[in-house]
């Protein structure tokens, strides 16, 4: 079982950035695949990055792609989604999340933070 927690959330102007945190409860965490999703208003859930368990595969969303990092750091259980050029389109909700095969489908993973709120203001 793991439980995530994710902060690092808040407002921002468009072109600045910020660093989402996730840290993770449990002793299998360094053996999970780890992914980051947003959610927008009236919209679905959107894969934004993925990282492999030992940090050799990573990937992004297009939208994102040379803008966003992702980390992981499995001495701390913890997980981040380094943000920066931030755009307004980048406004939701991002929630961390992990799997034992994580991939880009949300349905590929088996626990979930609780999310946090990215308001990039024009």
């Known amino acids: 079982q793991v439980q995530l927690v994710d902060s690092g959330g808040g407002l921002v102007q468009a072109g600045g950035s910020l660093r989402l945190s996730c840290a993770a409860s449990?002793?299998?965490?360094?053996?999970?695949?780890l992914g980051w999703f947003r959610q927008a208003p009236g919209k679905e859930r959107e894969f934004v990055a993925r990282?492999?368990?030992?940090?050799?595969?990573?990937d992004y969303a297009d939208s994102v792609k040379g803008r966003f990092t992702i980390s992981r750091d499995n001495a701390k259980n913890t997980t981040y989604l380094q943000m920066n050029s931030l755009k307004p389109e980048d406004t939701a909700v991002y929630y961390c999340?992990?799997?034992?095969?994580?991939?880009?489908?949300?349905?590929?993973?088996?626990?979930w933070g609780q999310g946090t709120q990215v308001t990039v203001s024009s």
């Open positions: 999340a992990a799997g034992t095969f994580g991939r880009r489908l949300a349905s590929s993973y088996d626990y």
């Open positions: 449990g002793r299998t965490f360094s053996s999970y695949g």
């Open positions: 990282i492999s368990p030992r940090s050799i595969s990573i």
